[in-house]
T-cell receptor, first 115, second 113 residues
């Protein structure tokens, strides 16, 4: 158990809908990352937050947004869902952002299926 | 922009033998960190090993070792004495000075009995 909790584990929804994925980082971890893993694109970095503020942005669509709350949990909001958004969404956390050697601890992922 | 390349989509290895997974990276940064993660069929991402760009010695963690060749920008993972439980997808990743963690496409390893 990595200590990172993601809910829900599975989500099935229809095209055009909006969903929210939730992530609770390990206790004390300030940095949260979101990744999308689909069959044809591997593990794509979406966005990173550090202590409530956006730190880095990757290939995140405009239909997607995220935030990190004062209690450090994070939410990834996906709207106007398309079939191609079906993927495994991972959240990862690391203790501080100021160390290159700090590994990221991953949650179990949320498997999103858009039908 | 950094890029991580894993050229082997899939590999087969006999149980108890060693296997080397290739990873090359492209960066203009002097400071960076290299990681390997394992993803079994259950889906979770498991951290295996880390190598810093300034580390002079190759990292080792149990049966995992990292063959770091900085001049060639390669960070190959060696798994010794393969076990059936090693069958999984393996990802190479790099953290840059902006602390973004980027991943390669992954290599699927299948261990045969």
């Amino acid at each position: 158990d990595s200590g990172v909790t993601q809910t829900p584990k599975h989500l099935i929804t229809a095209t055009g809908q909006r969903v929210t994925l939730r992530c609770s980082p390990r206790s004390g971890d300030l940095s949260v990352y979101w990744y999308q893993q689909s069959l044809d694109q591997g593990l794509q970095f979406l966005i990173q937050y550090y202590n409530g503020e956006e730190r880095a942005k990757g290939n995140i669509l405009e239909r997607f947004s995220a935030q990190q709350f004062p209690d450090l949990h994070s939410e990834l909001n996906l709207s106007s869902l398309e079939l191609g958004d079906s993927a495994l969404y991972f959240c990862a956390s690391s203790p501080v952002t100021g160390a290159l050697n700090t590994e990221a601890f991953f949650g179990q992922g949320t498997r999103l299926t858009v039908v | 922009a950094q890029k991580i390349t894993q050229t082997q989509p899939g590999m087969f290895v006999q149980e108890k033998e060693a296997v080397t997974l290739d990873c090359t990276y492209d960066t203009s940064d002097q400071s960076y960190g290299l990681f390997w993660y394992k993803q079994p069929s259950s889906g979770e991402m498991i951290f295996l090993i880390y190598q810093g760009s300034y580390d002079e010695q190759n990292a080792t963690e149990g049966r995992y070792s990292l063959n770091f060749q900085k001049a060639r920008k390669s960070a190959n993972l060696v798994i010794s004495a393969s076990q059936l439980g090693d069958s999984a997808m393996y990802f190479c990743a790099m953290r840059d000075p902006d602390y973004k963690l980027s991943f390669g496409a992954g290599t699927t390893v299948t261990v045969r009995a």
